[in-house]
């Protein structure tokens, strides 16, 4: 009995990896670039003056000072999907910046600005939404927790899947390549188990 429950406990485990394997967000997949692990941050250029460190207790990148700073990569990405785990307080401040124009001195006026910001103070563009582009379909408060950002960049579609609720699905060509920015805002912000893979 105790064998043939063992064997169930194995065939049901490779089922699910079977599975796993197949959901297109599998880390180990050999399409995805690792571009932040929780280990080093070589391989983002940092801008501004916030005070980005490694808080090794849960493999993240994180500030919590600063008027404003960004890390950014060096490469530029056209058609991507980009996924990533993100944890700020109530009051932060905060986004993933895609397509960007001017990777020195980024903003929403020069690039898709996915937002991480509960309190703004005009809700239009709050979490969950493209700043300038598109509102989030639904309100959904992201302090004090750990969430998932899942963007997707293909040719002129812009969608936005924030903690497995689409917030955005949007047309657009403003911008059809560049580099990308975590930014730090206010606040206490945190990113971990970012990447990346061309569609």
Do not use: H
Not at 21 to 34: I, L
């Amino acid at each position: 009995m105790k064998r043939a429950s063992a064997f169930a406990v194995s065939v049901m485990s490779l089922g699910l990896w079977a599975c796993g394997a197949d959901d297109g967000m599998n880390p180990a997949d050999p399409e995805w670039t690792v571009l932040f692990d929780g280990s080093t941050m070589d391989g983002w250029n940092v801008t501004g003056d916030a005070n980005w460190s490694l808080d090794p207790s849960d493999d993240s990148v994180m500030a919590d000072n600063g008027m404003a700073g960004f890390l950014v990569t060096p490469d530029s990405y056209a058609d991507f999907e980009l996924t990533l785990e993100f944890w700020v307080d109530e009051p932060a401040n905060s986004g993933v910046f895609i397509r960007c124009q001017e990777p020195e001195a980024i903003n929403a006026e020069n690039a898709y600005e996915v937002n991480i910001f509960d309190t703004r103070p005009d809700q239009t563009y709050r979490t969950g939404s493209i700043v300038n582009f598109a509102p989030p379909s639904e309100v959904i408060n992201v302090g004090g927790q750990w969430n998932t950002y899942e963007i997707r960049a293909e040719g002129s579609r812009l969608t936005v899947i924030l903690n497995g609720v689409q917030t955005v699905d949007v047309e657009d060509d403003a911008y059809t390549e560049g580099p990308i920015g975590l930014q730090y805002g206010s606040g206490i912000v945190k990113f971990r188990n970012v990447q990346i893979r061309a569609l």
